[in-house]
DNA sequence: GCTTATGTACCGATCGTTCGGTTCAATACA
DNA sequence: TGTATTGAACCGAACGATCGGTACATAAGC
């Protein structure tokens, strides 16, 4: 079994935000200088971690190193726009870094493969929650985020069956088989984190990529 | 595509909660006399839909029409032993529902049948969430609460496992379908409420079905 | 000076929890 | 039998803390 504790090793080679870090006083020389985008990547971070009635202005606060004040400054509509924004990201990266390379015109599996490694990163190889099932649990959500949420996935699976079908694979086998996978990827997910073990995440990947690579 | 909204047509068997009542007056002739059991179930419906922070004392106390004190009468430590009973209840629900029919001499094939058929029906097709998902998120869950939870997934897997192999399934591959199982359904249960579509869960119970039964 | 950004102080609402008190059936005692 | 006594079940009011959100004055950068 492999244990989820010993943190993530490998280096990350894409922007996801990583785990939220305890200590990390935020040194005040440090010029903090907030982007938007670094906000919203520190509220992705909390939301995926915490979801909605998780995460408290105050611990959104003590996260971004922002006071209330600067934190409605950029997000006059509170926490339903921060929340709608960390979706817009959450989508705008699976989009650019999961889904876009999926339309590539390499071999189908040189494309699946892009796609599984860079999940995995995302994911931690299972360490990290997903930004989706923790929102889907949030009853106090506006319509306009959960749709956004719910679009993510939708999304997904999408793409990966056009990819299927663009290599040959038959449009009703093809939805099938990508919303085997992306069932595969989030079931993975809550397993391996109820048993503590990125074996059971890892495992699935490899059980996805099988199964979306099958002959017809 | 089979959507979500038009609600249960079936019967239940099993007596797992099902959705949250709306309007329900509760007539005040009707002598309440809640017993405890009748009080964790609507817990767990609450639980399940709303998670632990997302369940406020005010909607505990509307769903269980009990108020503020009587709640503490029957559950002294507050929503942590409310979440700690329901974590309870669902283990021992699906203990004697899902888990001891597995456990039976019939043939393996009838037995994990009848344990997709309760979890569908547990799930109402994919319709209803999972009180393991929905308390997964939960930061604000008690560590004892956190593992009773964890633990019911493992159960569910190991007695899924012990199944297989009494059927002459060798233990490691015995383990692998049993992750994969609840992986699939876990992942189902996501994926078909994201996309509003209970087809996605009925598909996944029967792959799960297939790749459970597969010849060694 | 004007815009952007931030800290401090504060708001009403709601959070989980506790308190004082009522009802009512069962029990003990006369 | 009649009458205290008990204790489980219940309630709404109110607690302190924290919630999400606002107002305003002060800086900092152009």
């Given at each position: 079994?492999?244990?989820?504790?010993?943190k993530?090793?490998?280096?990350?080679?894409?922007?996801?935000?990583?785990?939220?870090?305890?200590?990390?006083?935020?040194?005040a020389?440090?010029?903090?200088?907030?982007?938007r985008d670094?906000?919203?990547?520190?509220?992705?971070?909390?939301?995926r971690?915490?979801?909605?009635?998780?995460?408290?202005?105050?611990?959104?606060?003590?996260?971004?190193g922002?006071g209330?004040?600067?934190?409605?400054?950029?997000?006059?509509?509170?926490?339903?726009?921060?929340?709608?924004?960390?979706?817009?990201?959450?989508?705008?990266?699976?989009?650019?870094?999961?889904l876009a390379?999926?339309?590539?015109?390499?071999p189908?599996?040189?494309?699946?493969?892009a796609?599984?490694?860079?999940?995995?990163?995302?994911?931690?190889c299972?360490?990290?929650?997903?930004?989706?099932?923790s929102?889907m649990?949030s009853?106090?959500l506006?319509?306009?985020?959960?749709?956004?949420?719910?679009?993510?996935?939708?999304?997904?699976?999408a793409?990966?069956a056009?990819a299927?079908?663009?290599a040959?694979?038959?449009?009703?086998?093809?939805?099938?088989?990508?919303?085997?996978?992306?069932i595969?990827?989030?079931?993975a997910l809550?397993v391996?984190?109820?048993?503590?073990?990125?074996g059971?995440?890892?495992?699935?990947?490899?059980?996805?990529?099988?199964n979306?690579?099958?002959?017809?």
């Amino acid at each position: 079994m492999v244990p989820l504790s010993p943190k993530r090793v490998s280096e990350k080679r894409f922007d996801f935000p990583g785990q939220l870090r305890k200590g990390a006083p935020m040194s005040a020389a440090a010029r903090p200088s907030h982007s938007r985008d670094e906000i919203v990547r520190k509220l992705f971070d909390l939301f995926r971690h915490r979801g909605f009635e998780g995460a408290a202005l105050s611990d959104i606060s003590e996260a971004t190193g922002l006071g209330r004040s600067s934190l409605y400054h950029h997000f006059p509509g509170g926490k339903d726009e921060m929340v709608s924004a960390v979706a817009d990201f959450a989508h705008s990266q699976i989009e650019a870094n999961i889904l876009a390379p999926l339309a590539g015109d390499t071999p189908l599996a040189e494309r699946v493969d892009a796609m599984l490694q860079t999940t995995s990163e995302m994911y931690d190889c299972g360490r990290e929650p997903c930004l989706v099932a923790s929102l889907m649990v949030s009853p106090g959500l506006a319509p306009e985020s959960a749709g956004k949420v719910q679009a993510i996935l939708k999304d997904w699976i999408a793409a990966l069956a056009a990819a299927l079908e663009g290599a040959g694979i038959p449009a009703a086998e093809a939805k099938r088989r990508a919303t085997a996978a992306i069932i595969d990827i989030q079931g993975a997910l809550l397993v391996a984190r109820a048993s503590a073990d990125t074996g059971v995440f890892t495992g699935a990947m490899e059980t996805a990529r099988r199964n979306l690579l099958a002959p017809a």
